[in-house]
């Protein structure tokens, strides 16, 4: 039996010694440490004997190749590159991407910014490549098959309302009439304030229920002179449009969003078909027109609008789709509306894992070029068949837009590894002992099976030992390491350590707890090296659900690396995750957990200098005293309470020195430190705690403890918090 025929000296330290106390085999008790290390070779299935390890078998191992096509990709020092422009990147134009977090990161004392994760690196180079490559996508299938209008997209803001996010997809898609898509009234005045800046051509599109002060709004953006449709959920929102156009003298654009009769199976597929929220049906659909006529306006009928779902599985689905609405706007034409567009709202998907599946919510069988022609090839075949003019096309595509542009960045912080406890001078009970010598017998005899049935028996009678009070703790933590040694030299133990990372899954990826949506998570450096082991990943909050073990493949464990001297929190070697293609919804649907906030974001462009990049915005993380109010505390007045309390208790009559020196430095640091807190982000500071002061804080050494709190706050700031 190879995995047990070692010598007993090479066991932890006492089980040799506690073997050979009971019976006669001790001579050959088989238990040896190499059998707990577990070796990248039994992880991955590949060669044990095959020590070489390169770059791009790692980008094979995460599919990096795959999903993360053409943005990104494993460089020859085994760190995750940014290929700021897709497919046109040239290799001194790509930015590495763990010199970014470095930079970032880094105390300022030797150059860096002094930011604290986690971290969202944002990438607006890749975002205007990706509003690009949509263009020239539609642009081709336009003019290779004669189309007769052209295509103009929408970015939907729901998927990433931040301020500059929007404002560089308005300034990137103005040479192309690239809009904008609101869903609620301050998403429309976000529009409305941003498009100010865009093409005059631009679409504003209204959507999402509207009341009487969201139209109202609305037809004001028309005012403005922006290219505003208000597209109709309910029929009763007609009424409202006819009313408030003729109070404000308004000629208002219509749309309508027709509830399609085909849909997809998949999660994203709750939207579609005859039961889907929103939308008209087609008997609603002929009531506006015969209201509009009726009012005389059905001139402002322009638009048709519908959503099949997102993550559109195929261009076949796509295609059925797509031709239903055609016909229906071609009926709308024939029944004497002004219509001009077919907007075929979201739906283009990302395959996140690269598997370019048709079956799954996580992946597409297509890329943009063939959606763009599926897609002119459905509108121009019904068009021409009922000899009508081709509509402008439009798309609601936001996921495809901002997937790739933002990069979630975490670090390991420690993992759950376990260490067999000593076992020098410990004798088992009585009636454990013969659990225990068949146990050794079976391990002895090489019978692995017979092993696991004793493993159970002599940890249940122990652990019933342990609740009855006869059996100490250190007995039953000898027994545990035990067992747990035959378990790992026979193979039947879990390999699977659990990682504890510096991160909320609740606020940054909600995606995962909520729908169980699955994104691509790679170490970003060390892929020159072979991952020693497997991992699920645990977050800070205190709740189970809190966790990340189901990974792209159908994987329930991600391969990773050893920690150097247990990760950041023990003063060793950072190890930093990345989350790839999270750059829609993730950071408006995080929530407060816990009170653990959003990361901290930087802004990083291409640039021709010595690093190939450029910091060209960095905003550290909300802080304790930020994640406060929002829950309606005020951080001021809290802070107040606390000061007075410890002039209260931490007076000179509770101090062994009674002096009111001491008392007044004491009081000094204890109200700096209640400051540091609550400006401070609530997640982990990655420094090594090296002292306690006199008065009983934990400090680190100066250049470490700046690093780790907000930057750019002076002395003043800090002690803001001490006024009344």
Known sequence: MPALACCVDAAPPGYAAFFAREGSHAASVPFSSTTTATTAAAIENSNPSDTLWTPSLSAALYRIDAWGQPYFSVNHSGNISVRPYGSGTLPHQEIDLLKVVKKVSDPKSVGGLGLQLPLIVRLPDVLKNRLESLQSAFDSAVQSQGYGAYYQGLYPVKCNQDRFVVEDIVRFGSPFRFGLEAGSKPELLLAMSCLCKGSPEALLVCNGFKDAEYISLALLARKLALNTVIVLEQEEELDLVIDLSQRLGVRPVIGVRAKLRTRHSGHFGSTSGEKGKFGLTTTQILSVVRKLEHAGMLHCLQLLHFHIGSQIPSTSLLQD??????????????????????????????????????????????????????????????CDRKAVKHPVLCSESGRAIVSHHSILIFEAISSGASSAPAMDGLVLPEDARSDYLNLQNAVISGEYETCLVYVDQLK????????????????????????????????????????????????????????????????????????????????????????????????????????EGNGGSGGGAKYYLGMFLGGAYEEALGGVHNLFGGPSVVRVSQSDGPHSFAVTRAVPGPSCGDVLRVMQHEPELMFDTLKHRAEEFCGPEHSDSGSDDGHGTANAALASSLARSFHNMPYLV?????????????????????????????????????CA
């Open 321 to 382: 789709g797509v031709a239903e609405a055609a016909q229906i706007y071609c009926e709308l034409v024939r029944l004497g509306a002004n219509m001009r567009v077919i907007d075929i709202g979201g739906g283009l998907g990302i395959d996140y894992d690269g598997s370019k599946s048709g079956d799954s919510d996580i992946s597409v069988a297509y890329g943009l070029e063939e959606y763009a022609a599926a897609v002119v090839t459905a509108v121009r075949y019904i």
């Open 686 to 722: 990655s420094c090594s705690l090296t002292a306690i002061n006199n008065s009983g804080f934990y400090h680190c050494n100066e250049d470490e403890y700046n690093a780790a709190v907000q930057p750019g706050a002076a002395e003043d700031e800090q002690w803001s918090y001490c």
């Open 460 to 563: 249940q009678r122990c652990v019933e030992q342990f609740k009855e009070g006869s059996l100490g703790i250190e007995q039953l933590a000898a027994v545990d390491g035990i067992c747990d040694l035959v378990t790992k030299a026979i193979g039947a133990s879990d390999p699977v350590r659990t990682y504890n990372v510096n991160l909320s899954v609740f606020t940054s990826i909600p995606d995962f707890w909520g729908i169980g949506q699955l994104f691509p998570i790679v170490p970003i450096h060390k892929l020159d090296e072979r991952p020693g082991v497997r991992g699920v990943l645990s977050d800070l909050t205190c709740d189970s659900d809190g966790k990340i073990d189901k990974f792209i493949g159908g994987e329930s464990s991600l391969p990773l690396h050893e920690l």
